[in-house]
Structure formats: structure tokens, C-alpha cells
């Protein structure tokens, strides 16, 4: 079982990360607020859009780490390096991402100083700015006595890149949205600021990832089996589920969707899926739905690419860092209770 303080700590950070979806939201859709909204465009949206998507899943993975269960009389430092490394990469991509809003107000003033809603924006900002430096505190304090030594040179290297970062950002040419080209450039100059400095920041917090760890296969099976063992008379779910996954014709799509034997399946199925869901979203949040399917298979295939293209970097960046999929080519999950 994980302490009470790392408990807490997964707590604190998954309420952070909902506060930061809703600040995003209400400043991008509130019809008071999104007038005055500074950091509407991209770069800055964009890297409000994964930054928001990042926080919510490592804050969600932080939070059934420290409440899953364990095998009784097991180690757990491992799992606890992950969930305190979890918890910091979600406050840190709420921090980088609020570091870009900032910049974007800072460079056009014009937009929301001495207008009422652009002082009410301005407070929410510092509202969640000043709850993010609470919770990352609070972490810093809790995990003094892990004993994690930063690589040599970690820091000044992480520094710098978020130095650079910052003034890409502060100095990026937005007269290049005007092109579609340039647009989609845009968006991925976006996704490069959030996800290599969260990058250079967790290598420099915690350079070396846990050697012996349980991945998100091993939670997501302890999840399952903890229900399966609470569910009641519903257990027949648990086990027609299990006998269809057990059907032998789909052994070569369950292998194909093992992360463990066949890294970026998994990654570019979700983008693919997340950025469905995204032009579906942009399709009936217009009012109007799927009345051209010409132009909304337009649309979806944006939203895919990018969408993939973020999922595969912060993939191939943060993955191993989180301890997400162990790699093992002789693996053979079984999601049958214990």
C-alpha cells in the first residue's frame, strides 16, 4: 500500500490537472472571457490543448498507482519513484503550459488590459498559477527524502531549453498562420514547447528511471481484478469478457496491441482515436454536425496528424520516464483474476 502523503500527493495533483481543464475550457469557450483571451491562438493553444491532455493522463495513472492495490510484503520503491515522478511531470505541464499563456498575454496587452473580463482572465490565471506552486512545493518538500540525484549538467541543460523555448515563443512570427502550411508549423512549434522542456525538466528532477517497476498493463490487471473480486454477481461480466479475449482468432489483434512486445501500436491508435474525437467535438460544437463529409474528413485528418505526431513525442520523450510499458517481447498479459 502507498503512504498516506503520496496518497495525498496523487490527490492534489489530479484536482490540479480537472482546475487547469476547466481554466482552459471556460477561458477558450466563456463568451466573456474567450474575447479577451490572449493565448486563443496558436502556439499558445496548442500548447494548452496537449498540455491539458497530458496533465489529465498522468495525474489519472498517478492516482491509480497510489490506490491500487498491491501484493502484500512487496517493494514498492519502484512504484513510488513512479507516482511521485507522475505527479511532478502533471504540475509541470500545467506549469510550462500557464508559462506560455503568460508570454501570450505579455505580448499582446492590447487584447485584455483595461477591459474588466481581461483583469477576471488575468486572476483565473493566478488563481491556478499559485495552486500549481503550491502542489509542486508540497512535492518538492515530500520527496527530499527519496534521494534522487540529478545527472551531471541535468539542470543547466534544462534551463536552457526552456530559456530557448520561452523566447522561440515570445519572438515566433505569427503572420506565418496566415497559410495553412504555416498554420500546421504553428501548431507543432506548440507541441515542441511543452513537451521537450517537461522533457529536459524530468530528466533533470529525476535522471534515472526505476530499474524494477510494474507498468500501466500491471495496474490496469490490479484495477480489473480488484473489481472482479468486489463486483458481486456482476462477476459474469469479468468472465464473458474474459472468454472473448480468450477467443483464438484474436490472438493476433491482442498481440498487435501489446505495448510490451510492439511499442507504437498503442500510441499511434490513440492518437489516431483522440483525434477523431477532437474534429468530431469541432464538427458539433459548431451547431451544424457532419453535414459535408468531404470537408469533415478534411478536418478529422488534421486533427489526426497533429494529434499523432503530439502522442508520438511525448511518447517517445515521456513514456519511459512514467514507466508506462515495460518492454517484453515474451510477454503474455492475462487479465484473468488471480
Same mark, same amino acid.
Given at each position: 500500500?502507498? *503512504?498516506?502523503?503520496?496518497?495525498?500527493?496523487?490527490?492534489?495533483?489530479?484536482?490540479?490537472?480537472?482546475?487547469?481543464?476547466?481554466?482552459?475550457?471556460?477561458?477558450?469557450?466563456?463568451? +466573456?472571457?474567450?474575447?479577451?483571451?490572449?493565448?486563443?491562438?496558436?502556439?499558445?493553444?496548442?500548447?494548452?490543448?496537449?498540455?491539458?491532455?497530458?496533465?489529465?493522463?498522468?495525474?489519472?495513472?498517478?492516482?491509480?498507482?497510489?490506490?491500487?492495490?498491491?501484493? +502484500?510484503n512487496k517493494a514498492?520503491?519502484?512504484?513510488?519513484?513512479?507516482?511521485?515522478?507522475?505527479?511532478?511531470?502533471?504540475?509541470?505541464?500545467?506549469?510550462?503550459?500557464?508559462?506560455?499563456?503568460?508570454?501570450?498575454?505579455?505580448?499582446?496587452?492590447?487584447?485584455?488590459?483595461?477591459?474588466?473580463?481581461?483583469?477576471?482572465?488575468?486572476?483565473?490565471?493566478?488563481?491556478?498559477?499559485?495552486? #500549481?506552486?503550491?502542489?509542486?512545493?508540497?512535492?518538492?518538500?515530500?520527496?527530499?527524502?527519496?534521494?534522487? *540525484?540529478?545527472?551531471?549538467?541535468?539542470?543547466?541543460?534544462?534551463?536552457?531549453?526552456?530559456?530557448?523555448?520561452?523566447?522561440?515563443?515570445?519572438?515566433?512570427?505569427?503572420?506565418?498562420?496566415?497559410? !495553412?502550411?504555416?498554420?500546421?508549423? #504553428?501548431?507543432?512549434?506548440?507541441?515542441?514547447?511543452?513537451?521537450?522542456?517537461?522533457?529536459?525538466?524530468? $530528466? +533533470?528532477?529525476?535522471?534515472?528511471?526505476?530499474?524494477?517497476?510494474?507498468?500501466?498493463?500491471?495496474?490496469?490487471? *490490479?484495477?480489473?481484478?480488484?473489481?472482479?473480486?468486489?463486483?458481486?454477481?456482476?462477476? !459474469? &461480466? &469479468? $468472465?464473458?469478457?474474459?472468454?472473448?479475449?480468450?477467443?483464438?482468432f484474436l490472438y493476433?489483434?491482442?498481440?498487435?496491441?501489446?505495448?510490451?512486445?510492439?511499442?507504437?501500436?498503442v500510441a499511434i491508435?490513440?492518437?489516431?482515436?483522440?483525434?477523431?474525437?477532437?474534429?468530431?467535438?469541432?464538427?458539433?460544437?459548431?451547431?451544424?454536425?457532419?453535414?459535408?463529409?468531404?470537408?469533415?474528413?478534411?478536418?478529422?485528418? !488534421?486533427?489526426?496528424?497533429?494529434?499523432?505526431?503530439?502522442?508520438?513525442?511525448?511518447?517517445?520523450?515521456?513514456?519511459?520516464?512514467?514507466?508506462?510499458?515495460?518492454?517484453?517481447?515474451?510477454?503474455?498479459?492475462?487479465?484473468?483474476?488471480?
Amino acid at each position: 500500500m502507498m *503512504s498516506k502523503r503520496l496518497r495525498v500527493a496523487a490527490c492534489l495533483t489530479a484536482v490540479l490537472a480537472v482546475l487547469f481543464y476547466l481554466f482552459f475550457q471556460v477561458s477558450k469557450h466563456n463568451v +466573456a472571457l474567450s474575447p479577451v483571451n490572449a493565448f486563443a491562438n496558436d502556439p499558445y493553444d496548442s500548447v494548452g490543448s496537449f498540455g491539458v491532455q497530458f496533465a489529465l493522463f498522468t495525474a489519472l495513472l498517478t492516482l491509480v498507482r497510489a490506490f491500487r492495490p498491491y501484493q +502484500a510484503n512487496k517493494a514498492l520503491d519502484g512504484q513510488q519513484l513512479l507516482v511521485v515522478r507522475g505527479a511532478w511531470l502533471s504540475c509541470l505541464s500545467v506549469a510550462v503550459t500557464l508559462v506560455a499563456d503568460v508570454v501570450a498575454m505579455i505580448r499582446h496587452p492590447a487584447v485584455w488590459v483595461d477591459l474588466p473580463a481581461g483583469y477576471i482572465l488575468a486572476a483565473l490565471l493566478g488563481g491556478v498559477a499559485l495552486f #500549481t506552486v503550491l502542489v509542486g512545493w508540497l512535492l518538492h518538500y515530500w520527496i527530499r527524502t527519496m534521494h534522487v *540525484s540529478p545527472a551531471k549538467h541535468a539542470w543547466s541543460i534544462a534551463i536552457g531549453l526552456c530559456i530557448v523555448s520561452v523566447l522561440v515563443l515570445a519572438l515566433y512570427p505569427e503572420s506565418w498562420r496566415q497559410s !495553412i502550411g504555416g498554420e500546421l508549423f #504553428t501548431v507543432l512549434v506548440g507541441i515542441a514547447f511543452l513537451f521537450v522542456p517537461l522533457w529536459a525538466l524530468e $530528466n +533533470a528532477i529525476f535522471p534515472a528511471p526505476a530499474v524494477d517497476f510494474e507498468d500501466c498493463i500491471d495496474d490496469l490487471a *490490479s484495477v480489473y481484478r480488484w473489481v472482479k473480486a468486489h463486483i458481486g454477481p456482476f462477476v !459474469i &461480466c &469479468c $468472465n464473458l469478457l474474459e472468454k472473448i479475449f480468450g477467443w483464438p482468432f484474436l490472438y493476433p489483434v491482442r498481440d498487435w496491441l501489446n505495448p510490451r512486445k510492439h511499442t507504437w501500436n498503442v500510441a499511434i491508435l490513440l492518437g489516431i482515436v483522440i483525434g477523431i474525437g477532437l474534429a468530431l467535438g469541432e464538427a458539433f460544437g459548431e451547431g451544424g454536425g457532419i453535414q459535408q463529409v468531404g470537408r469533415f474528413a478534411l478536418i478529422a485528418s !488534421i486533427f489526426i496528424g497533429l494529434e499523432c505526431v503530439g502522442v508520438l513525442l511525448g511518447y517517445s520523450l515521456l513514456a519511459k520516464p512514467i514507466g508506462l510499458f515495460r518492454h517484453d517481447t515474451n510477454d503474455t498479459t492475462s487479465w484473468r483474476a488471480s
